[in-house]
């Protein structure tokens, strides 16, 4: 765990783990021009998290995105999955850069998806379309990246989700078919429906979620336990360089991956730490500024 700002910490990672991390997820900051507190949001928290505040300067908010991409990129396994983490104010620039980076179709490489995550939380505007969704862009640098969707997808069930026949059998087992170009398919209840691309089943924290940890934009461990068990294998390196509240982290340790985490906020690394040790992650080293303080 190390305590810094991002590229000089991905520079200094770059000698030992150039394209070796397998799996890296970043959700740094969305340009909200807010400044992010622990605990309550509003000026009664002394502890500032971070600021998000770039005084309307579009071009140095995009040069540190790129930056923070050109690092990533270079660290990113041949196959690896990068997921970068952003909402409607950024993500069309940072799809432009990471094509750019990204650009490799002899190799397959590039944009494999742009996940819309969705969810309900939040105030709504009158004055336009309650905005709630982020989207997740998941770029590859080769066709050969890591992807397991049955790991994370969905039971087919009774339910009808769309224009296939139902039938159901003597024993009351349902199966769901279509007829396409003469063929006949066949789905049963109890397959593995793969997941698509719009994620409206994870839910925000809610104030009282016993997995809260009071650092301001904390994502819930089941996003991540998706992006992880469908993209990476155990032991497999991941690496989060804006970890907040260590939820990348936590989460690989959980699943039985190794990580590397960073984030410029020392509120952050102690809630890591914090979230780790309660996960009885007692070996955990952290680093100031890439120098080893424990
Ligand atoms: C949106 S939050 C990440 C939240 C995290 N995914 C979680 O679930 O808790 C963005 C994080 O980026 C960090 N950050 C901002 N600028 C940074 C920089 N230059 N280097 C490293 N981290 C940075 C902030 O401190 C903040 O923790």
Redesign the pocket.
């Known amino acids: 765990m190390i305590l810094?700002?991002?590229?000089e910490?991905l520079r200094a990672l770059l000698p030992e783990f150039a394209d070796g991390v397998q799996l890296i997820y970043v959700?740094?900051?969305?340009m909200t021009g807010r400044t992010?507190r622990v605990g309550a949001q509003d000026a009664s928290a002394t502890s500032i998290?971070?600021r998000?505040i770039w005084q309307n300067d579009l071009d140095g908010y995009l040069q540190?995105l790129y930056e923070t991409f050109y690092y990533l990129y270079h660290l990113l396994a041949p196959d690896g999955c990068l997921y970068v983490?952003l909402d409607w104010r950024a993500t069309h620039y940072a799809r432009v850069m990471l094509d750019e980076l990204f650009q490799s179709p002899a190799r397959g490489g590039g944009l494999k998806n742009e996940i819309i995550w969705h969810y309900q939380s939040g105030g709504r505007t009158q004055r336009a379309f309650a905005r709630k969704h982020d989207t997740l862009l998941l770029y590859a640098k080769s066709s050969d990246y890591t992807f397991h969707g049955e790991r994370v997808g969905l039971r087919r069930g009774k339910e009808k989700r769309n224009h296939m026949r139902k039938e159901v059998d003597e024993n009351g087992q349902t199966s769901w078919t279509i007829r396409s170009a003469g063929k006949l398919y066949r789905y049963s209840e109890d397959m593995t429906m793969g997941l698509d691309d719009v994620w409206s089943d994870i839910s925000h924290l809610h104030q009282k979620d016993p997995e809260r940890t009071g650092?301001a934009?904390?994502?819930p461990a089941a996003l991540l336990e998706r992006i992880i068990l469908a993209s990476s294998e155990e032991n497999d390196l991941v690496l989060?360089?804006?970890?907040?509240?260590?939820?990348?982290p936590g989460v690989s340790e959980q699943l039985g991956r190794r990580w590397l985490a960073?984030?410029?906020?020392e509120v952050?690394i102690s809630v890591t730490l914090a979230r780790l040790l309660r996960q009885n992650r007692r070996n955990v080293f952290a680093l100031q500024s890439v120098k080893m303080i424990e």
């Open positions: 810094g700002d991002r590229s910490v959700d740094p900051p969305f992010f998290a971070y998000d540190w983490h650092y934009t904390q994502k989060d360089c804006c970890c907040g509240s260590g939820v990348t960073c984030d410029q906020s952050a």
